[in-house]
């Protein structure tokens, strides 16, 4: 029977061997919220660290319901593969944070890019929190990269905070939209052009085709509005994911932004995501202890009940909570 040091061993081993098994094991333990796994992982986590691997392209993507994510997605992917990459796909769902789901759709929906074997695509976890989802991509993107996949593509399913948290652990983040009638900008916040490094207008094809340019034309003017003098002005082009027209110019944009930013930029802007990353882990971790404390266990359900009662604040309620952990 093998220790668990040996089992450890042979895990790190498989993962930098590139064998799917074992990075499918990897991942599910880092995604794990028991405690005991958790400890595992970190060990694994350190291990890997030691693994010297070039710099893999980190992208997220993201985009407005019925923008036609996974198609462009696929076809990213599939021209990357056919070019000799190794692409992970990795999806961030805040539904699972409500839910305890996971985004099962995405596999189906990339059908061709699921069989590619120099693809890998993975649901998001029931992680508890978003926080927890965050915290189970970054690590399952450094699972990725130990294995030598070279580009990971973090696609944010849903939509608002769970978008900002992805830009935060990405080195370009991709904003997906559609020409629609009247207001091209409506339902695209002024946050997300914030965030956003390069912008493609996706469905470009067809009678669409004329209707696109114009909004791409009219989003660049937008993006150049909200971004000061002397920043990166995000380029907007037009693409179609399922007629995999414009795929490969929105993937020049994207290594012209990371191009831009340089060995230096990048280095700095990982090492600044690394320290926000390290206190997100610090809040989840505490949010965690907290949950499996007994003495909160020991009054959980009273307060509740209290609270739903309209017996107790909410402000008391959460000064009890605390006390029964500090004590």
Do not use: C
Not at 26 to 35: C, D, F, G
Not at 255 to 274: I, S, V
């Amino acid at each position: 029977m093998p220790t668990q040091q040996q089992s450890l061993d042979d895990l790190l081993a498989g993962i930098v061997e590139g064998r799917r098994a074992a990075v499918s094991r990897a991942i599910t333990l880092v995604e794990s919220t028991k405690p005991a796994h958790r400890d595992t992982a970190r060990e694994l986590l350190t291990g890997l660290a030691d693994v010297e691997r070039p710099a893999a392209v980190r992208v997220g993507i993201s985009g407005v319901p019925g923008v036609g994510k996974s198609t462009f997605i696929e076809a990213l992917g599939s021209r990357l593969t056919s070019e000799g990459h190794k692409v992970g796909v990795l999806a961030v769902d805040p539904s699972s944070v409500r839910t305890g789901g996971s985004v099962l759709g995405d596999k189906t929906r990339m059908q061709r890019l699921a069989v590619d074997p120099n693809a890998y695509i993975r649901p998001s976890p029931s992680a508890g929190t978003l926080g927890g989802v965050a915290r189970a991509t970054v690590q399952a993107m450094a699972v990725l990269e130990a294995a030598a996949y070279d580009v990971v593509l973090v696609e944010t399913v849903g939509v608002g905070q769970s978008e900002v948290t992805v830009a935060g652990m990405v080195d370009t983040f991709l904003f997906l939209t559609i020409a629609r009638t009247g207001d091209q900008l409506q339902g695209i916040k002024k946050g997300i052009l914030e965030i956003a490094d390069v912008v493609a207008v996706n469905k470009a094809d067809g009678d669409r085709e004329g209707e696109a340019r114009a909004a791409a034309r009219e989003l660049a003017g937008a993006l150049r509005l909200v971004r000061g003098k002397g920043e990166w002005a995000p380029p907007v082009v037009t693409a179609s994911g399922l007629h995999d027209v414009g795929v490969d110019g929105v993937w020049e944009q994207v290594l012209r932004h990371r191009e831009y930013l340089g060995d230096d930029g990048l280095r700095d802007k990982r090492a600044r995501q690394q320290l926000d990353f390290t206190w997100a882990l610090v809040r989840d971790e505490l949010e965690q202890r907290l949950r499996h404390d007994p003495g909160v266990r020991a009054i959980r359900e009273e307060v509740r009940d209290q609270v739903l009662a309209g017996e107790l604040p909410a402000t008391v309620a959460a000064d009890r909570i605390l006390q029964a952990y500090d004590g």
